[in-house]
């Protein structure tokens, strides 16, 4: 159907008949019931013709704006159909001779109501829509999102330092009474629940957070790109229609959409900076070992690392100041000294990871750097295939140590992407991990001289979130450039914090990318207060 094509006419329908619908001139009741049934339908091409074309169309909901007729169609076609609904009643006023507001109201068959507001033009072509918002009926919660949720499902303690903020665990922690689930329904079926909590968990409640939920994790947390075959790809809070980011894909929608404060997840070669990055969340990467990870189920040891995601810096520092303290945790080492200390102020950008970005994203840093108005260094960490390459055996083998039984038991449980991944890993060979060991320590000293008296900063990833509708071999070329920008920092151990800094244009328009800061090891809170402070100093710029 072109544009310049006739909507095709509207058939009886004894929805007409409902309340308001008297008021609504006939050929813009016809367009209207029309688009109705091309909603029910599914109907695509017809969805298509009636959004006005250009870039000045909008379309928003609980997920976000969308602008221009291009982004409004690629959002559609991965949203599926809507269900079974019937028009209640409609609201007319006419805002000129070829301009009308029309707000309905739709009550659905499984229950529930929702809000449909439009304005509608006419044209040669006819009556199209210029700009529409829709409230959905509520949801109970979103699966994509939550394996259970509660109000809270665990109340934490009724004082402390983080007393009313909420947490969106990722299903890879040990909670007492609960099986963890992994991102996979086979797994969650096959193995029995938990005896303890998570050390990682109890350090949280004991501050006085509660536990809103279990959060989705993409497999095994296998992944970086935060979709899951089972389950569903949970929302990106900040893009509609992107990729979240995983492996903590669910924690961080969570937290994005406002469901959580804090999204309790692991990092082991980006998962928290990642979709931190692509949903314009706070994210941080502890030291490696500082946060115990008993009652953890583990992806590859050497490089697990549990933190935590929050919508603001004031949050995050909160849960880091409490959990890295001797008080807050009954398990961490009194870190305060050092991580309390100030950082240097040199800082010092890696020149191969600005190779990787992409173009709107380098623009954008280098403009960051110019606001901040910070001295700072260009320097070399060596060639970012050489991290990524040993690493990817170290975590490929341990990886397939830890999962490869239960995989061999269960052949077709995970989806695609992953199996594919765990075949790879099943192929390394002793010979092959050894050797990639014994790279990984020469870059690892390299990190740890370049933070020893400087800041590494730079952007968390190439560029903004991937969309769903992207196909698969964009998708895997992002997640290949993205670990080789997140895996220096995951060989070296050092914490690392993804802070919200950088807008860059994208398909469905203006999208974040997060500025990536990492320090010597031990320096976790000084992190998150520098990055505050540079926050600080653009807000104020």
């Known amino acids: 159907m072109t544009e310049t094509e006739p909507m095709p006419d509207a058939e009886p329908d004894a929805r007409a008949s409902f309340p308001g619908a008297e008021t609504v001139p006939g050929d813009l009741l016809d367009a209207f019931l029309a688009y109705e049934r091309a909603i029910l339908a599914n109907d695509l091409d017809a969805l298509d013709a009636f959004f006005a074309p250009g870039d000045g169309t909008m379309r928003g909901d609980d997920a976000g704006l969308l602008v221009g007729h291009d982004a409004i169609s690629a959002f559609r076609s991965l949203r599926g159909g809507v269900g079974p609904r019937v028009i209640e009643r409609v609201e007319h006023r006419p805002l000129s001779d070829d301009a009308a507001l029309l707000v309905s109201v739709s009550r659905f068959a499984a229950g529930g109501r929702g809000l449909q507001t439009q304005v ?5 072509a006819g009556w199209r829509i210029m700009a529409a918002h829709v409230s959905p009926r509520p949801k ?12 809270p499902l665990f109340q934490g303690a009724w004082e402390g330092p983080l007393e009313g903020l909420t947490v969106a665990v990722k299903d890879l922690f040990a909670i007492k009474g609960y099986r963890i689930g992994a991102g996979n329904p086979a797994y969650l079926e ?11 968990v109890s350090d949280l409640l004991r501050g ?4 809103r939920g279990i959060a989705r994790t993409d497999e095994f947390a296998y992944s970086v790109a935060g979709d899951n075959a089972h389950y569903g790809t949970p929302p990106n809070g900040a893009v509609p229609g992107a990729l979240p980011g995983g492996s903590s894909s669910g924690p961080a929608s969570a937290v994005a959409t406002g469901q959580a404060d804090i999204g309790l997840a692991t990092d082991t070669a980006g998962s928290i900076r990642v979709p931190a990055s692509y949903q314009g969340l706070w994210g941080l990467r502890t030291t490696h070992g500082l946060v115990p990870r008993q009652g953890l189920l583990p992806l590859a040891q050497s490089f697990d690392t549990v933190g ?14 409490w959990c890295l303290s001797y008080d807050g945790s009954a398990s961490t080492e009194n870190v305060y000294g050092e991580s309390d200390s100030e950082l240097p102020r040199r800082l010092v950008v890696p020149r191969e990871a600005m190779d990787v970005v992409e173009s709107h994203t380098r623009v954008a840093f280098e403009a960051l750097l110019d606001r901040l108005g910070l001295a700072f260094e260009t320097v070399s960490i060596g060639d970012l295939g050489d991290y990524h390459d040993a690493f990817r055996a170290v975590q490929g083998a341990e990886a397939w140590r830890n999962n490869g039984e239960w995989l061999t038991a269960h052949p077709d449980a995970t989806g695609g992407g992953v199996a594919q991944r765990f075949r790879d890993a099943a192929a390394i060979t002793a010979e092959q991990e050894r050797a990639a060991r014994d790279r990984l320590a020469p870059l690892k000293e390299r990190i740890d001289a370049v933070v020893a008296d400087a800041v590494l900063i730079l952007p968390t990833v190439p560029g903004p979130a991937p969309m769903r509708t992207a196909d698969r071999a964009r998708v895997d070329a992002v997640r290949t450039a993205t670990l080789r920008m997140t895996t220096p920092v995951a060989v070296a151990g050092v914490p690392a914090i993804s802070a919200p800094l950088l807008t860059v244009a ?4 203006p999208a974040p990318v997060g500025v990536c ?10 992190l998150v207060r520098l990055a505050r402070e540079l926050a600080s100093v653009l807000e104020n710029a």
Do not use: K, M, Y
């Open 308 to 321: 935590w995601l929050a919508r603001d810096g004031g949050t995050l520092q909160r849960v880091a100041e």
């Open 140 to 151: 109970a919660f979103d699966r994509a999102i939550w394996r259970t949720v509660g109000d």
């Open 190 to 200: 096959s193995v029995p629940p938990e005896t303890r909590t998570a050390a990682a």
């Open 208 to 211: 006085g957070a509660s536990l």
């Open 506 to 509: 994208a398909r469905s328009g």
């Open 517 to 526: 800061l990492a320090s010597r090891a031990g320096t976790d809170i000084a």
């Open 120 to 124: 509608w033009t006419r044209s040669a």
